[in-house]
């Protein structure tokens, strides 16, 4: 077969991510009052601004099909009292 070139290739590649777990939430009320809360206690003990109690904090993983790589992140906070 001569006479043919290829013209275009497409290659995709799924990364490999991964979710170390640390997070950093910012909230604004609507009075313009600011507050951080953060999963490193470091953060949290700088800023000394969270007073909306502990924040509930799920993940679920949904996978890429047969593969076994992560495809996307659901992460669900829910905040007491804001």
Request: charged content about 20%; aromatic content about 10%.
């Amino acid at each position: 077969m001569t006479g043919f070139w290829i013209k275009e290739r497409t290659y995709f590649e799924h990364p490999e991510v991964i979710f170390s777990g640390d997070l950093i939430l910012a909230v604004m009320d609507a009075d313009g009052q600011s507050q951080v809360y953060s999963t490193n206690r470091e953060i949290n003990a700088m800023q000394n601004s969270w007073s909306a109690g502990a924040p509930t904090i799920s993940l679920q993983k949904y996978l890429f099909q047969g593969s076994g790589k992560l495809e996307r992140l659901r992460l669900n906070v829910l905040l007491p009292g804001v």
